[in-house]
């Protein structure tokens, strides 16, 4: 089946919708993003009220980085379903990668409300909660998602972050440490290492400074 190809009842219109949503899905996955986007638009030429179209379209133009296309695409699938986890899941990421912590944690908060326990969701509702200002529930959230999926190396990254954030360097150096016996191609642990290894040289430094004019005085 092609992707213009609509057959009339509505039981196969439905069929056809959730086949070509499939397709876009696999487009998406293999990073072929604007032939995905495609896909979507044409679905949206034939039914205008389809949730999951927008939702992928969404998704498309945040992997491109297009994030106000991406923001008018899932603010329309809330329109048509404010109870979809995802697409107040991809919002809420969409406003975390505009730097608008506020609204991140607003739309995040409402998708781990619908779908709990969820380690994606956790993970960027912590990543937000953190840089909203609220840094231990933030941790709490990065925590609870890694206990969730223990292997999964962005919430050992971001959580690895935090803990650089707050100085506290053995946690951040494990979690790191982690990150690059699951990937060791991972160039942004292997930095984020090297720079918690740095930064650990220099604390123990400051505190020998510290003893030694304490002792002097």
Known sequence: MTNENFSGNDVSFKSDIELLIKE???KKLSGEHDKAIKICENILMHD??????YE???????SLRQYEKAKKALQKAIQLNPRSANANYLLGFVFSALGNFDKSVEYLDRADEIEPNHPEILRCLGW???????????????????????HDPLILSDLGVCYLNEK??????????????IEPENEKARE?????????????KLRSNKTKNKKQH
């Open 192 to 204: 984020c290492l090297n720079a918690v290894r740095f930064f650990q040289k220099e604390f123990k």
């Open 24 to 26: 876009a899905d696999q």
């Open 56 to 62: 992928e379209i969404g998704d498309n133009y945040l």
């Open 128 to 150: 937000s909660v953190f840089h909203q200002g609220d840094k231990k529930r933030g941790v709490i959230l990065l925590e609870r998602a890694l206990n969730l999926a223990e």
């Open 168 to 181: 506290n360097f053995d946690r951040s150096a494990i979690l790191f440490k982690k990150v690059l016996e």
């Open 48 to 53: 205008l009220n389809c949730q999951e179209a």
